[in-house]
């Protein structure tokens, strides 16, 4: 089965900190981008992180300094650490392939990317 599968949310006092993990299966012959969305409730879903095939990350200015993106090739699945954690991160927090991919053989076109998982709560009190 083709799927990302979102795990480590919860709830958590604010400062306090989780860690999310991103688990991708059936994504085969292919390498993705990997990137970290939230959704709040009555809001836009949002940017909040992402890391390149060659490894290179990026966040968005809010969760910048706080939140740390990483991978595990070899588990094919990407984290998300998160410290220091504000009421105004509460939010569903999805994972999705890409934007870039690139096939690791020639000729195999990738399939896969804008793949999205179902998402994990994260909610952070005062």
């Known amino acids: 089965q083709v799927q990302l599968v979102e795990s480590g949310g919860g709830s958590v006092q604010a400062g306090g900190s989780l860690r999310l993990s991103c688990a991708a299966s059936g994504l085969t012959y292919c390498s993705y981008d990997m990137t970290w969305y939230r959704q709040a409730p009555g809001k836009e879903r949002e940017f909040v992180s992402g890391i390149d095939i060659d490894g290179s990350t990026s966040y968005s200015d809010s969760v910048k300094g706080r939140f740390t993106i990483s991978q595990d090739s070899a588990k094919n699945t990407t984290y998300l650490q998160m410290n220091t954690l504000k009421p105004e991160d509460t939010a569903m927090y999805y994972c999705?392939?890409?934007?870039?991919?690139?096939?690791?053989?020639?000729?195999?076109?990738?399939?896969?990317?804008?793949?999205w998982g179902q998402g994990t709560q994260v909610t952070v009190s005062s």
């Open positions: 999705k392939t890409g934007p870039g991919s690139r096939s690791r053989l020639s000729g195999v076109k990738c399939f896969f990317n804008n793949l």
